[in-house]
């Protein structure tokens, strides 16, 4: 049995690969190979997006799904996969098709039948959501929403200057499709087959402070995968906030997941398909 060596960390939503920064250099000085995708259209910086959402505003579930899974077919081996926010949720459907040899998901977005909706995490998106419109835009938050839904353990100076590294508007039909996937018929672009027992083993890394996807969302997600027959772990960081991937202690939580993955990971030499 080989060891990964490679790792694919999947962003979120309101960020670009950017996020991933400090994780990427991370992983790089321990010798392996890493992979920040963006979703389709992102291959251009922060504030090129910022001056042009138009491809945030274009982008569906099953294009971002689309885009990722086309990217993991390139790779001579399966990665570990990392997703915060919503990549933590598009990584558990590309998991479900046999992408991964160990997944975690950080503050990750829910999958489909998830039904879990804090207070905080509708006050979080309510920006995007309050109004049917956005549904064919690209939807911003300002500092101050940002500061409650991203990073509201950290100080107003840390807070402004992660806004103004990291923020990008976010899809508001996926936003939109996502709160109403529970609520239609058949299987939407977030649907995963929580009884496969083929997934490689996935752990949940909340943040006992995050006010968009707090603990309980992570919680229900982790316990819907209960009796598939395969390795499905929860743990959370106390006093950590949405964006523990940047801010103070980010490295504890990077360590932990990059050890937690390589002692499960289910490796094989081989490509994905």
């Given at each position: 049995?080989?060891?990964?060596?490679?790792?694919?960390?999947?962003?979120?939503?309101?960020?670009t690969?950017r996020s991933?920064?400090?994780?990427?250099?991370?992983y790089e000085?321990?010798?392996?190979?890493v992979?920040?995708p963006?979703?389709p259209?992102?291959?251009?910086?922060?504030?090129a997006?910022?001056?042009d959402p138009?491809?945030?505003?274009?982008?569906?579930?099953?294009?971002?799904?689309g885009?990722l899974?086309t990217?993991?077919?390139?790779?001579?081996?399966?990665p570990i996969?990392m997703g915060h926010?919503a990549?933590?949720?598009f990584?558990?459907?590309?998991?479900?098709?046999?992408y991964?040899?160990?997944?975690?998901a950080?503050?990750s977005?829910?999958?489909?039948g998830?039904r879990?909706?804090p207070?905080t995490?509708?006050?979080?998106?309510?920006?995007?959501?309050?109004?049917?419109?956005?549904?064919?835009?690209?939807?911003?938050?300002?500092?101050q929403?940002?500061?409650?839904?991203?990073?509201?353990?950290?100080?107003?100076?840390?807070?402004?200057?992660?806004?103004?590294?990291?923020?990008?508007?976010?899809?508001?039909?996926?936003?939109?499709?996502?709160?109403?996937?529970?609520?239609?018929p058949g299987h939407?672009?977030?649907?995963?087959d929580f009884?496969?027992?083929?997934r490689?083993?996935?752990?949940?890394?909340s943040?006992?402070?995050?006010?968009?996807?707090?603990e309980?969302?992570?919680?229900?997600?982790?316990?819907h995968?209960?009796?598939?027959g395969t390795?499905?772990?929860?743990?959370?960081?106390d006093g950590?906030?949405?964006l523990?991937?940047?801010?103070?202690?980010?490295?504890?939580?990077?360590?932990?997941?990059?050890?937690?993955?390589?002692?499960?990971a289910?490796?094989?030499?081989t490509t994905?398909?």
């Open positions: 049995m080989s060891t990964p060596d490679t790792i694919v960390l999947i962003h979120g939503f309101w960020v690969p991933w920064e400090h994780w990427k250099a991370r000085a321990k010798g392996y190979t992979h920040t963006g979703y259209g992102f291959d251009v910086e922060v504030e997006l910022r001056a138009k491809p945030i505003a274009d982008l569906s579930i099953e294009s971002i799904v885009h899974e990217f993991l077919d390139t790779l001579d081996t399966k996969l926010s990549g933590g949720s990584m558990q459907v590309v998991m479900d098709h046999g991964g040899c160990a997944g975690v950080l503050n977005a829910p999958t489909e998830i879990v909706t207070w995490q509708l006050h979080s998106v309510f920006p995007a959501l309050k109004n049917p419109l956005n549904h064919h835009r690209a939807v911003g938050l300002d500092p929403q940002w500061k409650y839904a991203f990073t509201n353990t950290y100080t107003d100076e840390e807070s402004l200057a992660f806004y103004e590294r990291y923020h990008v508007p976010a899809s508001g039909r996926v936003l939109f499709d996502s709160v109403l996937a529970n609520y239609q939407q672009g977030a649907w995963v009884a496969n027992p083929d490689a083993p996935l752990l949940f890394l943040g006992s402070e995050d006010h968009i996807m707090p309980a969302v992570q919680a229900s997600n982790a316990k995968y209960k009796g598939a390795v499905t772990e929860h743990e959370t960081y950590r906030p949405h523990m991937v940047a801010g103070p202690g980010w490295e504890e939580i990077a360590d932990r997941a990059l050890d937690w993955a390589l002692a499960r289910s490796w094989t030499a994905v398909l």
